[in-house]
T-cell receptor, first 123, second 108 residues
Framework: QVYLVESGGGVVQPGRSLRLSCAAS????????MHWVRQAPGKGLEWVSV??????????ADSVKGRFIISRDNSKSTLYLQMNNLRAEDTAVYYC????????FGVGWIDPWGQGTLVTVSS | EIVLTQSPATLSLSPGERATLSCRAS??????LAWYQQKPGQAPRLLIY???KRATGIPARFSGSGSGTDFTLTISSLEPEDFAVYYC??????????FGPGTKVDIK
């Protein structure tokens, strides 16, 4: 059984930073690309970032480029999202999710997903 | 940037009825389209990828079709657990991914 457990969410002031973690288990973490996807309260899904299985490449949505940094520690089966210069519009549930293909760069289809962690940016 | 449009925004049906959901892309995405289901308070789950391939463990009542710019998710006979929000997603502009705004299927 695959498990993805996010942590690190909370309330943060605009302009501050927050680091999310995603602990993975039940599969060989180092073989899969990993994504972050977010969902603002009552809104739809927004893809945020992906990192290839070996950590060699990372990509971001334009809305977070230059502010967020994705990383992973394959020895700890953990994915991270460093969020800097946070804005009110970054308020959302952040989901960690796995690519369905066990290749270096994946195929872009996302499953399974963690239960998410809520980030609220407010003064 | 490719924009996905989903229709209708809400679909009100009864259990046992057939549901037909539409996703339209602003330009061709070939067959690089997926469908996800999200129930209230839960994470999304993948139903269909590459336009028509069912993900692992997804019941046969779910089917996907289409290519280019027009796609359809069909639920042949709605079960009580199928009332949820459905999103389409494309990956044609690798490695950029976009979701549609969603269609809510609720009980009539």
């Amino acid at each position: 059984q695959v498990y993805l457990v996010e942590s690190g969410g909370g309330v943060v002031q605009p302009g501050r930073s927050l680091r999310l973690s995603c602990a993975a288990s039940g599969f060989t973490f180092s073989k899969y690309g990993m994504h972050w996807v977010r969902q603002a309260p009552g809104k739809g899904l927004e893809w945020v970032s992906v990192m290839w299985s070996d950590g060699s490449n990372e990509y971001y949505a334009d809305s977070v480029k230059g502010r967020f940094i994705i990383s992973r520690d394959n020895s700890k089966s953990t994915l991270y999202l460093q969020m800097n210069n946070l804005r009110a519009e970054d308020t959302a549930v952040y989901y960690c999710a796995r690519d369905i293909a066990n290749t270096v760069f994946g195929v872009g289809w996302i499953d399974p997903w963690g239960q998410g962690t809520l980030v609220t940016v407010s003064s | 940037e490719i924009v996905l449009t989903q229709s209708p925004a809400t679909l009100s049906l009864s259990p046992g009825e057939r549901a037909t959901l539409s996703c339209r892309a602003s330009q061709s995405v070939n067959s690089y389209l997926a469908w996800y289901q999200q129930k209230p308070g839960q994470a999304p789950r993948l139903l269909i990828y590459d336009a028509s391939k069912r993900a692992t463990g997804i019941p046969a009542r779910f089917s996907g079709s289409g290519s280019g710019t027009d796609f359809t998710l069909t639920i042949s006979s709605l079960e009580p657990e199928d009332f949820a929000v459905y999103y389409c997603q494309h990956r044609s502009k690798w490695p950029s991914f976009t979701f549609g705004p969603g269609t809510k299927v609720d009980i009539k």
